[in-house]
């Protein structure tokens, strides 16, 4: 079972930083193609930045130029660095990994941790 367990989330006021990791069980970032996703209030869930094993990376147009996505194979961590945060990056961001294995696709979520951007 593919485990990941989100951190580092918290409250910050508009303009500042957080980063977030996501711990991931077993040596699956070279293979899985991971992302962070967010869900505020009332709203869906939207992809926020993904990174394929070859660090190829996307990036949500609301997003681009202030959050940064990153993995360390090593320690089997992926980050999203966070920039400039404005009130509505206010969500509870989730991580993900997701693969295609013999034509199923194939999704694993943490439980996600809040980040508040709030005065």
């Known amino acids: 079972q593919v485990q990941l367990v989100e951190s580092g989330g918290g409250l910050v006021q508009p303009g500042g930083s957080l980063r977030l990791s996501c711990a991931v069980s077993?040596?699956?970032?070279?293979?899985?193609?991971m992302g962070w996703y967010r869900q505020a209030p009332g709203k869906q869930r939207e992809l926020v930045a993904s990174?394929?094993?070859?660090?190829?990376?996307n990036y949500a147009d609301s997003v681009k130029g202030r959050f940064t996505i990153s993995r360390d194979d090593v320690k089997n961590t992926l980050y999203l660095q966070m920039n400039s945060l404005k009130p509505e990056d206010t969500a509870v961001y989730y991580c993900?990994?997701?693969?295609?294995?013999?034509?199923?696709?194939?999704?694993?979520w943490g439980r996600g941790t809040q980040v508040t951007v709030s005065s």
């Open positions: 993900n990994a997701a693969r295609t294995r013999w034509g199923l696709p194939l999704s694993y």
């Open positions: 077993g040596s699956i970032l070279s293979i899985y193609t």
């Open positions: 990174i394929t094993s070859g660090d190829i990376t």
